[in-house]
C-alpha cells in the first residue's frame, strides 16, 4: 500500500527554521520525482518545491527560493524539506507528494498521490 507519511512540523518563530521529512512506502522512490505542496484554509494549494527522481534537478516557487532546500535519499525512501528563515506567511499544512511522471516546476499539479501533511506555524 502505498504511503507518504509527513513528520517534523510544529512551531516555530520567525527567523527560526525547520526540517519536514518525508517517508515514502509502497513504490519505488527512485522512479519519481517528489514535491511539497503547503495549503492554509479558504486559499489554493500553492507548490513550494519539487525534485528530481535522482535528486538532479531542483525547482522552488519565487516565495521560498533561498529560504527552502529540498532533497531525497532513495535508498532511505526519504524526502526532506529544510525551511530557514521562516515567515508568518510560511504558515500552512505541508504536504510531500509524488509526481505522476515529472516535475512542473515548483507547481502544485501533476502529483498523484500525497500524505497527511504536517503543521507548520510561525508565530511569534
Known amino acids: 500500500q502505498l504511503q507518504l507519511v509527513e513528520s517534523g512540523g510544529g512551531l516555530v518563530q520567525p527567523g527560526g527554521s525547520l526540517r519536514l521529512s518525508c517517508s515514502a512506502s509502497?513504490?519505488?522512490?527512485?522512479?519519481?520525482?517528489m514535491g511539497w505542496f503547503r495549503q492554509t484554509p479558504g486559499k489554493e494549494r500553492e507548490g513550494v518545491s519539487c525534485?528530481?527522481?535522482?535528486?538532479?534537478?531542483?525547482y522552488y516557487a519565487t516565495s521560498v527560493k533561498g529560504r527552502f532546500t529540498i532533497s531525497r535519499d532513495n535508498a532511505k525512501n526519504m524526502v526532506y524539506l529544510q525551511m530557514n528563515s521562516l515567515k508568518p506567511e510560511d504558515t500552512a499544512v505541508y504536504f510531500c507528494?509524488?509526481?505522476?511522471?515529472?516535475?512542473?516546476?515548483?507547481?502544485?499539479?501533476?502529483?498523484?498521490?500525497w500524505g497527511q501533511g504536517t503543521q507548520v506555524t510561525v508565530s511569534s
Open positions: 507528494a509524488r509526481a505522476a511522471s515529472f516535475c512542473r516546476g515548483a507547481e502544485a499539479t501533476g502529483y498523484d498521490y
Open positions: 509502497g513504490f519505488t522512490l527512485r522512479n519519481y520525482p
Open positions: 525534485i528530481s527522481s535522482n535528486g538532479g534537478r531542483t
